[in-house]
C-alpha cells in the first residue's frame, strides 16, 4: 500500500479540533492560538515503552495521546492539538495504523483535540513521537519551579494502578483487569491541572515517574522539600487487590510506580485544594523528598527504575 | 550515561529563540504566538533518510531542521521553534547527539528559530521526528490549493545539486563536491516563502520530492495544470558538471531529483515574480504537470522513485 493510499485510510479516523485553520495536506497546519502556545513532545517506542503482544495499536495511539494531554494540562493550559510522527516497518499491518488513529481520537474527541498534521515513515520499529500543542487560559503557566514552604501537596487521582497492571502483565496473571487496562490506557482526568492553576497552584506535573521520583523533581526545581505521608497516599484499589494477591507492598507501587499521569500539584494552602484532590504532604525547607519524615527506601520501588 | 547527563550536555548546544517564554526543563515549553501558529512535522530515519557513513551527526540535524524550516517557509510564515524527538541505540556516540545538535544550532541560528523541548528515547536505530512552529506576519498561509489559470510559475533557487550529490555517494565518486555538500545540507533560501507571500504568490511548496512530482501537487490542488518549459528551468551548475562527468541528463535531476526543498511558487503575473526567482512555466485549464507540452518521461527519474 502507498503512503498516499495509507494516509487515505489514517486521516478520516483522526480526530479534529475547532482551533485547526488549515489540516493536514500542505506544507503546514495552522492553527488559531490566543495567547501564549504551550507545547510538549513524548515518544513511545516498540520494545522500550510498549510491546506489540500486550498492546492494540488504539492502546499505544490512546497512551502517546494522553501522556502528552497531560503534559499540556500540567502546565494549566488547555490541549488544543497533536502533531503525530509514526515510523513503521514496512510489514505493519494496516490494521494496526488505522487501529492506533482510532486511540488517538478516542483519547482526544473529548478534548476537542484534534491531529493537524504529522509525517508517515518506513523503520526497523514502531517509533511514534507525538508533539502536544495548548494554550493557557487565564493563567500563566504552572511550572514546577515556584512550590514554596507551607504549601501542601495533593494529587488529582489514586496512585498504583498502572504499575499494578505492568506487574501482572509481566507476571502473566490476570487478577485486576482494571489495573492493567489503566496501565495499557492510563486515564489521567484532563482539566485537573487547568482546575488547580484556577485555584492557585504554585507548581505543578504530571505523575509519568511515580510520586517519589517526580516530587523530588518538583522539590529540586523549586528548592525546597516536600514532606509526604505514606498514610495520605490515595492508593488505587485495583493496585491494592492486586498487591494483595501477589503479597507485596501496593504503597510501593503508589509511590514509586510511574504512568499513572495524574497531577501532583503544590497549593498555598488546605482551602485552595479542588475538591476531589487528595492532600499528600506539606512543604518544607530543605531539599528533596521524604516519605514519613525519611528519604523512601530505594528497596520498594527500585525495580521501576 | 544517564539522560540527564546527556540532557546538561545536549541542551546548552541547542539554538535558542526570542519567541520562548519557559524552555525545556518542564511538563512543556511556552512560545509566544503573533496570529495564527503554522506548524509541520519531518522525520528521518537512519537507513532510510541518511547514512551514517555518508552524515555526521551535525549534517542530520541541519538537514531535519531546515526540512522543517523550509515547510514553515512554504505556507509564507516565519519558523520560530523546534520541538525535537531523537531515539537512538543505547550505544550511539555522545558525540553523535552533541553533534547532531550543532547541527540543529547551524540551520536555525541565522533565522532565530530555537529549539524548546523535546524527547529522548532509546530505539534500534536513530529515529528523528521535528515539529517546526511558526507564525504569518501580515500575510495569510499561502497553501498549495490557489493557483489559477494565468499564474507563471517560479523556483526560488537552482535545481538538481542534491541528485547530484546523491548520485555521487552512492557511485563512491567526487567529482562536484559543492553538490554532495547541498545533499547533506540542503540550503534553501529561508525567507524565500515570505517574499514570496508578500508578492502575492497564489501557491506555494518546497520542493522535496522534485519540480515533475511536487509541482503535479500543486496542480492536483489548485486543479489546474502546470507547463514547465524545460529549458527555462534552472540547473545547478554542480549538478551540470556532474552530470556532463558521469554522461547523464543534468535535467532529470533537476526535474526529478528532490531534496532541493527551494520554493516553487505561483505568482498571478510575470511582474510580481521577486527578483532572484526564475520562471519556469505557466499555470493553464487542465490538470496534471507537463515538461514541454508532454506529459514528463518517468524514465529521466524513475531512480528517484
Known amino acids: 500500500m502507498s503512503e ?3 494516509i487515505a ?3 478520516p479516523r483522526l480526530p479534529v479540533t475547532d482551533a485547526e485553520v488549515l489540516g493536514s495536506g500542505d506544507d503546514a497546519a495552522v ?7 504551550v507545547v510538549s513532545t513524548d515518544m513511545a517506542v516498540q520494545d522500550h515503552d510498549f510491546r506489540m503482544e500486550w498492546s492494540t495499536g488504539a492502546d499505544v495511539g490512546w497512551r502517546v495521546a494522553m501522556q502528552n494531554l497531560a503534559d499540556i494540562d500540567a ?4 490541549p488544543t492539538a497533536l502533531e503525530v510522527a509514526l515510523a513503521m516497518p514496512r510489514d505493519t499491518e494496516v490494521e494496526w495504523v488505522l487501529s492506533f488513529a482510532d486511540g488517538l481520537r478516542e483519547a482526544c474527541e473529548p478534548h476537542g483535540v484534534g491531529v493537524v498534521g504529522g509525517d508517515l515513515s518506513g523503520a526497523a520499529q514502531i517509533v511514534v513521537a507525538v508533539t502536544a500543542l495548548g494554550e493557557t487560559h487565564g493563567t500563566d503557566p504552572v511550572t514546577r519551579a515556584d512550590a514554596a514552604p507551607g504549601d501542601v501537596i495533593a494529587v488529582a487521582g489514586p496512585l498504583g494502578a498502572a504499575a499494578a497492571g505492568l506487574a501482572q502483565l ?3 496473571t490476570r487478577v485486576a483487569p482494571a489495573a492493567i487496562d489503566l496501565f495499557l490506557r492510563p486515564q489521567p482526568r484532563i482539566g485537573a491541572g487547568l482546575e488547580a492553576a484556577l485555584h492557585g497552584a504554585t507548581a505543578m506535573m504530571d505523575l509519568s515517574d511515580g510520586l517519589a521520583r517526580d516530587g523530588a523533581r518538583i522539590a529540586r526545581a523549586s528548592e525546597v522539600r516536600l514532606a509526604v505521608e505514606s498514610a495520605l497516599v490515595p492508593v488505587h484499589e485495583a ?4 498487591a494483595q494477591t501477589m503479597g507485596v507492598d501496593a504503597l510501593a507501587w503508589a509511590l514509586g510506580g510511574g504512568e499513572d499521569h495524574h497531577m501532583v500539584a503544590c497549593f498555598p494552602r488546605e482551602s485552595a485544594v479542588p475538591a476531589g484532590w487528595v492532600i499528600v504532604g506539606v512543604v518544607e525547607d530543605g531539599s528533596g523528598l521524604t516519605v514519613d519524615g525519611a528519604a523512601p ?3 520498594g520501588w527500585d525495580h521501576f527504575a
Chains 1, 2 share one sequence.
Open 31 to 37: 492553527v488559531s492560538v490566543d495567547g501564549d502556545l
Open 75 to 78: 502546565m494549566g493550559a488547555v
Open 239 to 242: 493496585a491494592s487487590f492486586t
Open 297 to 299: 527506601t530505594v528497596s
Open 170 to 172: 509481566e507476571q502473566g
Open 4 to 6: 498516499d493510499d495509507l
Open 9 to 11: 485510510l489514517f486521516a
